[in-house]
């Protein structure tokens, strides 16, 4: 593996998180495909923000319900290199009563967190297998292992996503490729994490707890993606400051 043909996609990273990661991983010296569903202006920041760590970066933008939307990450990612990572990061958090929520609505959120990380995943993993290396992150979601009030579908869709890692784990584990799940607890998206600010948050004993902000997730990721991470597949990796201790 060179790194000069190495290749990151990172879905949903035109802000928060995924802005984060995908800049840390140009640290680390991948190329990186950046995403939105419709956030162009956003992205483009993240573009500009990526390419100052000196790696190149392309873009796309779409829903991933679509297939043609995978197909154009697929194709930024062959102008880069190969893709060695994927970040599975988009998600939607629709809040509504389960009584009140239609049956598409439930689909609709289906679609974006669970089916299309299969959808991704199964994309770009080919390319991992034939040069025997690669890293697929998949966000979780914390009110997955905690429940939560009128997000069932949110609820129902992340608990997909450490079931996916596993059953993958196991079906590479000699692949040399690594599935991980990354559960991120409450992060502060209205600061940038420059300015250190800590909010409060109860944790799900009641006590407070600070707020995390999106390095704070991209550095596990970061790790995740390092050469050193190879023996590490199939986790749920909680990063919540102590908001929920499994």
Not at 11 to 20: E, L, P, Q, V, Y
Not at 39 to 48: P, S, V
Request: proline fraction near 4%; glycine fraction near 10%.
């Amino acid at each position: 593996m060179t790194l000069s043909t190495s290749v990151a996609v990172v879905t949903g990273s035109a802000r928060n998180i995924g802005r984060a990661t995908a800049i840390k991983l140009g640290e680390l010296g991948f190329n990186v495909v950046v995403h939105t569903n419709n956030d162009a202006e956003n992205l483009q920041k993240t573009a500009d923000l990526v390419r100052q760590t000196g790696v190149e970066c392309a873009t796309a933008i779409g829903s991933l319900d679509n297939p043609d939307t995978v197909i154009a990450l697929d194709r930024a990612c062959k102008t880069l290199g190969h893709c060695r990572v994927l970040v599975n990061n988009a998600s939607v958090r629709k809040t509504k009563p389960f009584l009140e929520m239609t049956l598409e609505e439930w689909r609709q959120v289906f679609r974006i967190n669970s089916d299309a990380q299969f959808i991704c995943t199964r994309q770009f993993l080919p390319d991992m297998l034939d040069l025997k290396w690669g890293r697929v992150i998949c966000l979780g979601g914390l009110s997955a292992h905690t429940g939560a009030q009128e997000r069932a579908a949110v609820v129902s869709s992340k608990s997909s996503v450490p079931g996916l890692v596993r059953a993958l784990a196991v079906e590479f584990a000699d692949s040399g490729v690594t599935f991980n799940c990354v559960v991120p607890g409450h992060i502060d998206t209205h600061r940038t994490a420059e300015t250190g600010a800590r909010l409060k948050h109860p944790s799900f004993d009641g006590k407070s707890v600070p707020y995390g902000h999106p390095s704070d997730i991209a550095a596990v990721i970061g790790m995740l993606v390092g050469p050193d991470s190879g023996f590490i597949t199939g986790q749920t990796i909680h990063v919540n400051g102590g908001a929920f201790l499994p």
